[in-house]
Protein backbone atom coordinates (compact mmCIF):
# COMPACT_ATOMS: atom_id res chain seq x y z
CA UNK A 1 0.00 0.00 0.00
CA UNK A 2 3.24 2.51 0.42
CA UNK A 3 2.99 3.01 -3.10
CA UNK A 4 -0.11 4.71 -3.41
CA UNK A 5 0.86 7.37 -0.88
CA UNK A 6 2.19 10.35 -2.47
CA UNK A 7 3.51 12.84 0.61
CA UNK A 8 5.54 12.62 3.66
CA UNK A 9 4.55 15.51 6.11
CA UNK A 10 6.04 18.33 6.27
CA UNK A 11 7.87 18.31 2.62
CA UNK A 12 6.63 21.63 0.85
CA UNK A 13 4.04 20.56 -1.12
CA UNK A 14 3.29 21.76 -4.98
CA UNK A 15 -0.28 21.79 -6.01
CA UNK A 16 0.52 20.39 -9.80
CA UNK A 17 3.24 17.93 -8.25
CA UNK A 18 -0.22 16.49 -5.51
CA UNK A 19 -2.20 16.71 -8.57
CA UNK A 20 0.02 14.31 -10.94
CA UNK A 21 0.64 12.25 -8.20
CA UNK A 22 -2.88 11.38 -7.03
CA UNK A 23 -3.64 10.63 -10.48
CA UNK A 24 -1.00 8.54 -10.62
CA UNK A 25 -1.90 6.69 -7.47
CA UNK A 26 -5.48 6.53 -8.94
CA UNK A 27 -4.19 4.80 -12.50
CA UNK A 28 -2.89 1.94 -10.25
CA UNK A 29 -5.79 1.00 -9.18
CA UNK A 30 -8.33 2.07 -12.05
CA UNK A 31 -5.98 0.76 -15.00
CA UNK A 32 -4.38 -2.07 -13.10
CA UNK A 33 -5.90 -5.00 -15.39
CA UNK A 34 -9.53 -5.60 -15.85
CA UNK A 35 -11.54 -8.50 -14.57
CA UNK A 36 -14.87 -9.78 -16.77
CA UNK A 37 -17.99 -11.09 -15.39
CA UNK A 38 -20.22 -12.94 -18.47
CA UNK A 39 -17.56 -11.64 -20.79
CA UNK A 40 -18.37 -7.88 -19.73
CA UNK A 41 -15.55 -5.53 -18.23
CA UNK A 42 -16.24 -4.05 -14.90
CA UNK A 43 -15.82 -1.31 -13.13
CA UNK A 44 -12.68 -0.95 -11.01
CA UNK A 45 -14.22 2.58 -9.15
CA UNK A 46 -17.36 3.03 -7.56
CA UNK A 47 -17.93 6.16 -5.22
CA UNK A 48 -20.46 6.21 -2.78
CA UNK A 49 -22.21 9.42 -1.74
CA UNK A 50 -22.55 8.12 2.27
CA UNK A 51 -24.84 11.45 3.21
CA UNK A 52 -26.15 14.57 1.47
CA UNK A 53 -24.58 17.06 4.19
CA UNK A 54 -20.78 19.10 4.79
CA UNK A 55 -19.65 21.10 7.12
CA UNK A 56 -17.92 23.36 4.81
CA UNK A 57 -18.81 25.15 1.98
CA UNK A 58 -15.84 25.87 -0.53
CA UNK A 59 -16.27 27.74 -3.53
CA UNK A 60 -14.44 25.44 -6.09
CA UNK A 61 -17.73 22.94 -5.05
CA UNK A 62 -21.29 23.26 -5.68
CA UNK A 63 -22.38 22.64 -2.00
CA UNK A 64 -21.34 26.70 -1.77
CA UNK A 65 -24.59 27.09 -3.53
CA UNK A 66 -28.14 25.99 -1.79
CA UNK A 67 -29.85 26.15 -5.10
CA UNK A 68 -27.72 24.27 -6.53
CA UNK A 69 -26.44 21.50 -4.16
CA UNK A 70 -28.75 22.14 -0.44
CA UNK A 71 -27.88 19.87 2.67
CA UNK A 72 -30.95 17.22 3.33
CA UNK A 73 -29.13 15.48 6.06
CA UNK A 74 -30.24 12.22 4.18
CA UNK A 75 -28.25 9.10 4.42
CA UNK A 76 -27.31 5.49 3.17
CA UNK A 77 -28.82 3.16 5.00
CA UNK A 78 -27.26 -0.14 6.52
CA UNK A 79 -30.11 -2.08 4.44
CA UNK A 80 -28.68 -0.63 1.26
CA UNK A 81 -24.84 -1.39 2.23
CA UNK A 82 -25.68 -4.95 2.54
CA UNK A 83 -27.23 -5.21 -1.01
CA UNK A 84 -23.89 -3.82 -2.09
CA UNK A 85 -22.02 -6.31 -0.80
CA UNK A 86 -24.08 -8.58 -1.20
CA UNK A 87 -24.50 -7.41 -5.08
CA UNK A 88 -20.64 -7.29 -5.61
CA UNK A 89 -19.35 -10.28 -3.86
CA UNK A 90 -22.15 -11.67 -6.68
CA UNK A 91 -19.86 -10.16 -9.70
CA UNK A 92 -16.77 -11.24 -8.10
CA UNK A 93 -15.75 -7.27 -8.21
CA UNK A 94 -12.13 -6.21 -7.36
CA UNK A 95 -11.79 -2.71 -7.66
CA UNK A 96 -12.15 -0.07 -4.63
CA UNK A 97 -14.64 1.92 -3.23
CA UNK A 98 -14.19 5.50 -2.17
CA UNK A 99 -16.22 7.15 0.38
CA UNK A 100 -16.66 10.05 -0.97
CA UNK A 101 -19.67 11.95 -3.48
CA UNK A 102 -21.59 14.85 -2.49
CA UNK A 103 -21.19 14.91 1.38
CA UNK A 104 -18.49 14.60 4.31
CA UNK A 105 -18.34 10.83 4.61
CA UNK A 106 -17.22 11.04 8.64
CA UNK A 107 -20.43 12.68 9.47
CA UNK A 108 -22.34 9.45 8.52
CA UNK A 109 -22.35 7.57 12.19
CA UNK A 110 -22.69 4.17 10.72
CA UNK A 111 -19.15 5.17 9.10
CA UNK A 112 -17.74 1.92 11.14
CA UNK A 113 -20.06 -0.43 10.22
CA UNK A 114 -19.81 0.44 6.42
CA UNK A 115 -16.14 0.29 6.30
CA UNK A 116 -15.81 -2.62 7.59
CA UNK A 117 -18.98 -4.55 5.64
CA UNK A 118 -17.48 -3.69 2.30
CA UNK A 119 -14.38 -4.13 3.07
CA UNK A 120 -14.83 -7.40 2.63
CA UNK A 121 -15.28 -7.61 -1.18
CA UNK A 122 -13.21 -3.93 -2.21
CA UNK A 123 -10.36 -1.86 -0.96
CA UNK A 124 -12.10 1.30 0.91
CA UNK A 125 -10.74 4.50 0.89
CA UNK A 126 -12.15 8.01 2.52
CA UNK A 127 -11.58 11.25 1.40
CA UNK A 128 -12.58 13.70 3.93
CA UNK A 129 -11.99 16.99 4.90
CA UNK A 130 -10.97 16.16 8.17
CA UNK A 131 -12.83 18.16 10.47
CA UNK A 132 -14.04 15.54 12.15
CA UNK A 133 -10.98 13.58 12.68
CA UNK A 134 -9.29 12.72 16.37
CA UNK A 135 -6.57 10.38 16.56
CA UNK A 136 -9.19 7.80 18.19
CA UNK A 137 -11.54 7.80 14.59
CA UNK A 138 -8.13 7.62 12.80
CA UNK A 139 -7.63 4.46 15.07
CA UNK A 140 -11.42 3.37 14.41
CA UNK A 141 -11.48 3.71 10.69
CA UNK A 142 -7.87 1.81 10.19
CA UNK A 143 -9.58 -1.26 12.87
CA UNK A 144 -12.33 -1.25 10.42
CA UNK A 145 -9.90 -2.27 7.33
CA UNK A 146 -10.36 0.74 5.52
CA UNK A 147 -7.64 0.61 2.89
CA UNK A 148 -6.60 4.44 2.92
CA UNK A 149 -7.46 7.65 4.60
CA UNK A 150 -7.39 10.50 2.40
CA UNK A 151 -7.41 14.06 4.47
CA UNK A 152 -7.94 17.31 2.36
CA UNK A 153 -6.14 20.09 3.89
CA UNK A 154 -7.81 23.06 2.98
CA UNK A 155 -7.54 25.78 5.87
CA UNK A 156 -3.19 26.49 5.31
CA UNK A 157 0.00 24.89 5.63
CA UNK A 158 -0.25 24.70 9.74
CA UNK A 159 -2.54 21.71 9.11
CA UNK A 160 0.21 19.50 8.18
CA UNK A 161 1.87 19.53 11.36
CA UNK A 162 -1.80 18.93 12.84
CA UNK A 163 -2.52 16.11 11.06
CA UNK A 164 1.45 14.56 11.67
CA UNK A 165 0.95 14.82 15.33
CA UNK A 166 -2.68 12.81 15.05
CA UNK A 167 -1.58 10.28 13.16
CA UNK A 168 1.75 9.74 15.25
CA UNK A 169 -0.93 9.52 18.69
CA UNK A 170 -3.29 7.18 16.31
CA UNK A 171 -0.73 4.72 15.97
CA UNK A 172 -1.24 3.56 12.34
CA UNK A 173 0.69 3.02 9.62
CA UNK A 174 2.42 6.44 7.64
CA UNK A 175 1.26 4.79 4.44
CA UNK A 176 -2.55 4.70 5.45
CA UNK A 177 -2.72 8.38 5.34
CA UNK A 178 -2.18 10.76 2.24
CA UNK A 179 -2.35 14.19 2.71
CA UNK A 180 -3.66 16.86 0.51
CA UNK A 181 -3.05 20.51 0.05
CA UNK A 182 -6.61 22.43 -1.16
CA UNK A 183 -5.05 25.32 0.52
CA UNK A 184 -4.20 27.09 -2.39
CA UNK A 185 -6.20 30.59 -4.12
CA UNK A 186 -8.14 29.91 -7.14
CA UNK A 187 -5.60 30.98 -9.84
CA UNK A 188 -3.84 27.82 -8.60
CA UNK A 189 -7.47 26.68 -9.03
CA UNK A 190 -7.56 25.64 -5.15
CA UNK A 191 -4.84 22.83 -5.62
CA UNK A 192 -7.42 20.33 -6.77
CA UNK A 193 -8.16 19.25 -10.62
CA UNK A 194 -10.83 21.84 -11.44
CA UNK A 195 -14.16 20.99 -13.06
CA UNK A 196 -17.17 22.99 -13.50
CA UNK A 197 -19.01 20.07 -11.81
CA UNK A 198 -21.36 20.15 -15.10
CA UNK A 199 -22.07 23.40 -15.46
CA UNK A 200 -22.84 24.11 -11.67
CA UNK A 201 -19.44 25.90 -11.04
CA UNK A 202 -17.86 28.82 -12.65
CA UNK A 203 -14.99 29.93 -10.16
CA UNK A 204 -11.51 29.43 -11.53
CA UNK A 205 -9.66 29.15 -14.55
CA UNK A 206 -12.21 26.96 -15.97
CA UNK A 207 -12.06 25.40 -19.65
CA UNK A 208 -14.56 25.34 -22.55
CA UNK A 209 -16.84 22.42 -22.61
CA UNK A 210 -16.11 21.33 -25.80
CA UNK A 211 -11.78 21.24 -25.06
CA UNK A 212 -12.24 17.48 -23.87
CA UNK A 213 -15.12 15.54 -25.63
CA UNK A 214 -14.17 11.85 -25.39
CA UNK A 215 -15.03 10.40 -21.95
CA UNK A 216 -14.04 7.19 -20.37
CA UNK A 217 -16.28 7.94 -16.99
CA UNK A 218 -18.85 5.46 -17.65
CA UNK A 219 -16.54 2.82 -18.96
CA UNK A 220 -14.68 2.13 -15.84
CA UNK A 221 -16.77 3.72 -12.71
CA UNK A 222 -20.04 5.21 -11.23
CA UNK A 223 -21.63 6.95 -8.28
CA UNK A 224 -24.31 5.88 -6.01
CA UNK A 225 -25.94 8.17 -3.99
CA UNK A 226 -27.06 8.22 -0.45
CA UNK A 227 -30.67 6.57 -1.89
CA UNK A 228 -29.32 4.31 -4.18
CA UNK A 229 -29.61 6.05 -7.09
CA UNK A 230 -26.46 5.42 -9.38
CA UNK A 231 -25.07 8.23 -11.70
CA UNK A 232 -22.68 8.32 -14.49
CA UNK A 233 -19.61 10.42 -12.42
CA UNK A 234 -19.25 12.32 -9.66
CA UNK A 235 -19.36 15.69 -12.10
CA UNK A 236 -23.37 14.88 -11.61
CA UNK A 237 -24.19 17.27 -8.73
CA UNK A 238 -27.28 18.23 -9.92
CA UNK A 239 -28.48 14.65 -10.74
CA UNK A 240 -29.89 15.02 -13.49
CA UNK A 241 -29.79 11.29 -15.04
CA UNK A 242 -29.67 8.06 -13.14
CA UNK A 243 -28.90 5.23 -14.25
CA UNK A 244 -30.94 3.07 -12.38
CA UNK A 245 -31.52 2.39 -8.49
CA UNK A 246 -29.59 -0.34 -7.04
CA UNK A 247 -32.34 -1.04 -4.56
CA UNK A 248 -34.87 -2.01 -7.22
CA UNK A 249 -31.99 -3.46 -9.87
CA UNK A 250 -29.24 -5.51 -9.61
CA UNK A 251 -25.75 -3.48 -10.15
CA UNK A 252 -24.43 -5.80 -12.82
CA UNK A 253 -27.39 -5.30 -14.44
CA UNK A 254 -27.46 -1.65 -14.45
CA UNK A 255 -24.00 -1.27 -15.53
CA UNK A 256 -24.93 -3.57 -18.72
CA UNK A 257 -28.28 -1.57 -19.27
CA UNK A 258 -29.70 0.18 -21.99
CA UNK A 259 -29.19 3.41 -21.12
CA UNK A 260 -25.58 2.92 -19.72
CA UNK A 261 -24.61 1.57 -23.19
CA UNK A 262 -26.05 4.59 -24.69
CA UNK A 263 -23.92 7.18 -22.40
CA UNK A 264 -21.07 5.36 -22.69
CA UNK A 265 -20.83 4.89 -26.81
CA UNK A 266 -21.93 8.46 -27.13
CA UNK A 267 -18.74 9.69 -24.81
CA UNK A 268 -16.22 6.79 -26.15
CA UNK A 269 -17.36 8.45 -29.80
CA UNK A 270 -16.91 11.94 -28.15
CA UNK A 271 -20.33 13.00 -28.15
CA UNK A 272 -21.21 15.13 -25.33
CA UNK A 273 -24.98 15.73 -26.01
CA UNK A 274 -26.80 14.83 -23.53
CA UNK A 275 -27.32 16.05 -20.03
CA UNK A 276 -24.89 16.07 -17.33
CA UNK A 277 -22.46 16.12 -20.54
CA UNK A 278 -23.24 18.42 -22.60
CA UNK A 279 -22.63 21.36 -20.03
CA UNK A 280 -19.01 19.30 -18.41
CA UNK A 281 -15.78 20.21 -19.10
CA UNK A 282 -14.12 17.52 -17.49
CA UNK A 283 -11.27 15.76 -18.35
CA UNK A 284 -12.55 12.40 -19.03
CA UNK A 285 -9.83 10.31 -20.22
CA UNK A 286 -6.98 11.14 -17.59
CA UNK A 287 -8.53 7.28 -16.07
CA UNK A 288 -10.15 3.99 -17.23
CA UNK A 289 -8.15 3.91 -20.76
CA UNK A 290 -8.14 0.07 -21.02
CA UNK A 291 -11.56 -0.26 -20.13
CA UNK A 292 -12.31 2.28 -22.93
CA UNK A 293 -10.37 -0.42 -24.86
CA UNK A 294 -12.52 -3.18 -24.35
CA UNK A 295 -15.80 -1.56 -24.57
CA UNK A 296 -14.63 -0.49 -27.97
CA UNK A 297 -14.28 -3.71 -28.97
CA UNK A 298 -17.60 -4.88 -27.64
CA UNK A 299 -19.46 -2.18 -28.97
CA UNK A 300 -17.44 -2.36 -32.56
CA UNK A 301 -16.67 1.46 -32.29
Known sequence: ????????????????????????????????????????????????????????????????????????????????????????????????????????????????????KLSRVADVEIVTNGDPLTHKMITKLYNANAARLLISMYDGPDQIQKFKDMIN??????????????????????????????GTIKTGNQIANDVHTVCFYPSYQFLIDWNGDVFLCPQDWQRRQTMGNMMQDKIFDIWTSKIMKKYRIDLLEGKRCNNPCKTCNAQGTLLGINHAQKWREIYKI
Open 1 to 116: MSKLGHNKPPIPLDPKETIKKNIYRRKLIVDDGISLFKGIPLPTWIELSLIDVCNRSCSFCPKSDDKVAPDTYQKMSKKLIDKLHDDLKRMKFKGSIALCGYGEPLLHKEIEYIID
Open 169 to 198: QSGVPEEFIILRDRWYSKTENFGVKLTNRA
